[in-house]
């Protein structure tokens, strides 16, 4: 394999299709150490979660910040992640194709979020007699400045609704991996040797590769796509609304919702980037994963970053120029009071180091530049849903009218570091598990992606033609 | 009737083979093409394959949409309180559950559109080589039982590595 102007070694799609089953049949030592670490961790945060809902209940919600924070971390980065793959394959980006997978494979992290979501639920009142964007509310109380007036009762308001949501997205996550992955499961049904032949072959039900089932495929693939990016966008917005925004009295902003719908693509994408980043370091793949579709990601990462900041400005700027002490309170909580720290932290990871990174052109053109961005963004997203959701957890009275003292700074304890260790490692170890189930390249489109690229002489250079067929 | 698969690992004498299958009489309703990736439509001469996948999302969100219409309607006209001069429907609250109906409902759908358009489980799947996933394409014909040979050597001539056939 000849390398050709920098546009990678020549690949055949079979040598590929060989040696990525090749890989996939084997587990080295370092993914074992890795699937032991991550699964050691997510046991102690699940006995930090027993722990803590041994001593503290249900009754209190400041106790349980770390978790919510935990949780809208995970949503907003992995579960998220799969929008890159939907979004990609839309507007038919050829860079796409060795990142679809690993967006698709994070699906199986909605599961912990869904079985973490649970709890949550317990903690949150009904949506009766507070401000909330459901239609219940006793009949008695008056909520007319909401401009939406919800005054009728809609039996498990907010509960019932957020968690279809919630579970729609999984949902719809899990079939758009299972119907992507299909192809690639028949492959490892008909490789020979390996031990888990026998479950790709019963996850790939059939599949022979008729030109009806590509056709089918590919626009359930597409189907599935586009509701995963409605539903993304919905569910992201009224969980930080339900979660977050409905729990502190006086807190109405209608960018909040939007900003966190923003900051998931944001984290989608650092997280795929990332994690393109680690596969291509330590599964030697570098004839395979190049500076291309690391270059090609950083520009959507950078856009993000800038509009990372444009939304939380849109928020900032009304609350600093209305004064109200509700306003001043609520910046106090959020932004300047006890979470300063955390708060300066999340503003210089989420917009300024990926801005300042990936604002050189040397840096862009790398195959570390946007994996460091990214790596920003993934610990500025987590300090970002800190000092979000652990503020409004340790508010007492949602139901008051307005914010009228800012509680001090809620500090994690062991249990809380537990939770947090353990709930992000639960989620890198079902990505680790799932990896080994499904092929963490997308055969199919990595093998379509090589029978369309050919590297052609032009003049005195040579440049890479596409053939595209739509 | 008999099934028979012919494998090629050349794309361009799969190619040729379905021309000379059309040559020698058999239409696109009688053969399929095989492969381990995709193919761009049209590629080995083959007729559009054509499916119904768009329609069940469609009838899934409209059904979803109209559940989770006639649940915020019903409940708010079985406690028709007016506040504040406002009419008893509030649409804006409403279309919140509305949207989550139809997307629920597309989504069962198209999940359900899926196990029927590619017959899932499929208990009868024709002839199959596991070679179609290493890069062989396979061409898999339905024809009558007394032309069996016939077709097994049209596939030949055009570069198959192998043929075999099965009846049913």
Redesign the interface.
Same mark, same amino acid.
């Given at each position: 394999m000849a390398h050709r102007d920098g546009h990678g070694p020549e690949v055949t799609?079979?040598s590929f299709?060989?040696d990525a089953l090749g890989l996939h049949a084997r587990t080295p030592p370092g993914y074992k150490k890795a699937l032991w670490v991550t699964g050691l961790l997510f046991l102690l945060g699940i006995i930090g979660f027993v722990l803590r809902a041994a001593g503290d209940g249900f009754e209190r919600r400041e106790p349980w910040g770390y978790f919510a924070a935990t949780v809208a971390y995970l949503l907003g980065t992995a579960v998220a992640a799969p929008l890159v793959a939907v979004a990609l394959r839309l507007v038919k980006a050829h860079w796409r194709r060795p990142m679809v997978r690993i967006a698709e494979v994070y699906s199986v992290v909605g599961l912990l979020v869904l079985l973490m979501f649970v709890p949550l639920l317990f903690l949150v009142p009904s949506a009766a007699g507070r401000r909330t964007?459901?239609?219940q509310a006793e009949?008695d109380k008056?909520l007319?400045s909401l401009g939406?007036?919800?005054?009728?009762?809609?039996?498990g308001a907010p509960h019932v609704?957020i968690t279809?949501?919630l579970a729609?997205l999984v949902?719809?996550a899990l079939?758009l991996l299972w *119907?992507s992955a299909r192809?690639d499961l028949?492959?490892v049904?008909?490789?020979r040797g390996g031990r888990l032949r026998g479950l790709g072959g019963w996850m790939a $039900?059939?599949w022979?590769?008729?030109?009806?089932?590509?056709?089918?495929?590919?626009?359930?693939v597409g189907?599935?796509g586009g509701?995963f990016f *409605? *539903?993304l966008v919905?569910t992201v917005a009224?969980f930080s609304v339900d979660f977050a925004l409905a729990l502190v009295p006086g807190w109405k902003d209608s960018v909040f919702p939007a900003a966190q719908a923003l900051s998931a693509l944001q984290g989608g994408l650092a997280t795929v980037v990332f994690t393109l980043y680690l596969v291509r370091r330590f599964g030697h793949l570098e004839r395979y994963i190049h500076m291309e579709h690391f270059w090609g990601a950083s520009k959507i990462l950078l856009a993000l970053s800038l509009l990372w900041f444009y939304f939380w400005w849109s928020g900032f700027v009304v609350f600093w120029y209305g004064r109200l002490p509700v306003e001043q309170n609520l910046l106090q909580l959020l932004m300047f009071g006890p979470y300063r720290p955390v708060f300066l932290l999340a503003f210089a990871l989420n917009f300024l180091a990926p801005f300042l990174t990936l604002l050189w052109n040397g840096v862009r053109r790398s195959t570390w530049g946007p994996p460091l961005a990214a790596f920003f963004i993934l610990v500025g997203t987590f300090l970002d849903k800190v000092r979000i959701y652990v503020a409004a957890y340790s508010v007492e009275d949602i139901a008051a009218h307005t914010l009228e003292k800012v509680p001090p700074a809620h500090l994690p304890d062991v249990f809380d570091l537990m939770i947090m260790a353990g709930g992000v490692s639960g989620g890198i170890f079902l990505f680790l598990v799932a990896a080994r189930l499904v092929p963490i390249f997308s055969?199919?489109?990595m093998?379509?992606g090589f029978?369309l690229r050919a590297v052609r002489p032009f003049l005195r250079t040579r440049l890479v033609v596409l $053939?595209k067929?739509d | 009737m008999a099934h028979v698969l012919g494998l090629f690992r050349e794309a361009e004498a799969a190619a040729v083979a379905t021309e000379a299958l059309q040559q020698a009489g058999y239409t696109n309703e009688n053969f399929e093409v095989l492969t381990g990736s995709p193919y761009p439509e049209g590629s080995f001469g083959e007729r559009v394959a054509r499916h119904r996948l768009y329609v069940f999302p469609f009838i899934g969100a409209i059904l979803g949409f109209s559940t989770a219409l006639l649940l915020t309607v019903a409940t708010q006209l079985a406690f028709p309180l007016v506040s504040g001069g406002k009419p008893i429907l509030g649409i804006p609250p409403m279309i919140i559950i509305m949207y989550e109906g139809t997307m629920l409902g597309a989504i069962l759908f198209t999940v359900l559109g899926i196990f029927f358009e590619s017959r899932i489980p499929n208990m009868r799947a024709g002839l199959y080589d596991p070679r179609i996933t290493e890069g062989y394409i396979g061409i898999t014909l339905t024809c009558a039982e007394d032309r069996i040979n016939a077709v097994e050597q049209l596939l030949r001539r055009a570069g198959a590595e192998d043929v075999r056939s099965a009846q049913r």
């Open positions: 799609p079979e299709t060989q964007l459901w239609l009949p008056t007319g939406v007036v919800p005054r009728l009762v809609l039996p609704y279809i949501l729609s949902l719809c079939a *119907l192809p028949a492959m049904r008909d490789a $039900g059939k022979r590769g008729s030109r009806k089932e590509w056709k089918v495929h590919r626009a359930g189907l599935l509701f *409605l *539903l919905g009224f055969l199919w489109e093998a379509e029978r $053939g067929p | -």
